[in-house]
């Protein structure tokens, strides 16, 4: 992520953030492993999941981190995009699904005009 707005995370900055909260940073990543383990779903399949979620988003350090991982438990990269390709439809769709409410607030405001 080279020419990236955001800081690379370090070493130093990782511990850091560990550091200042201990607890609830062990309790997350101890939430964080059991929630990538296989269970019902492989561990592949749980990383594709991460990578169309971190796309929609858009956290640059969990695209990242879940690509990688992905790839690591066996994703292919043709498998990779498209899982992005859902998660790009699954935003656009957010949106084409909730064009009912401005259809219906277009109704609502001509059936006021038509009333007075």
């Known amino acids: 992520m080279t020419d ?4 690379e995370r370090t ?4 511990r850091r953030r560990r550091d200042l909260v201990p607890d609830t940073a062990a309790a997350f990543a ?7 383990a296989a269970g019902a779903l492989d561990e592949k399949t749980k990383q594709l999941i991460a ?3 971190a796309h929609v988003t858009q956290c640059p350090y969990c695209i990242d981190g879940h690509t990688k991982q992905a790839v690591r438990k066996g994703a292919t990269e043709q498998e990779v995009m498209e899982a992005i390709w859902v998660a790009a ?3 656009a769709g957010g949106a084409y699904a909730h064009s009912v409410i401005a259809l219906h ?6 059936s006021a005009v038509h009333a007075h």
Do not use: C, G, N, T
């Open 30 to 36: 101890k939430f964080s492993a059991e929630v990538f």
């Open 4 to 7: 990236s707005p955001y800081p």
């Open 11 to 14: 070493p130093d900055l990782l």
């Open 105 to 110: 607030a277009m109704d609502a405001a001509h």
């Open 51 to 53: 990578v169309a979620v």
């Open 89 to 91: 439809e699954m935003r």
